[in-house]
């Protein structure tokens, strides 16, 4: 049987085993998506895309996700990979349904399914998103991306 004044100190000094795996995470995924956002922001979208999407797969808790989930569809879109750009715009529209990225999100899911040849489907989205938008300038626009 452990006494009393030893089992304290192993519960307290698990504890602060504990506390400290959480800040090592958060600074882990800081960094990781720091990273990655530098990327973005140079213009080094595969680059971007790669780090990006490792992010969001090795911290799927993270407070950076809606920020990389946009960053990822824009990255994408750059690289014309419209389907993978589709995919995370949709992640992020479904998982973040108030975003404040919600209207970039969803235009770029828009051009996504224009340039993926889905143009109807794209018209539609588009005016969803720009309700104001006539339908003959919506379709100029999906038709011709």
Known sequence: MIPVARTTLLVMACAVGLSAIQPAY?????????????????????????????????????RHR?????????????LEKFSIARMHYDALLREYPDTAFRQRAEYGRAMAMSREGRAPD???????????LEDERARRKCYRA
Do not use: T
């Open 26 to 62: 958060a600074a882990q995924d800081d960094r990781a998506f720091i990273d990655a956002e530098a990327a973005f922001q140079a213009g080094n979208f595969r680059k971007a895309l790669s780090k990006l999407e490792d992010f969001l797969a090795e911290f799927p808790e993270s």
């Open 66 to 78: 809606q920020q990389a989930l946009y960053f990822a569809g824009e990255s994408a879109s750059e």
């Open 122 to 132: 794209a018209v539609e989205a588009l005016l969803s998103v720009a309700p104001g």
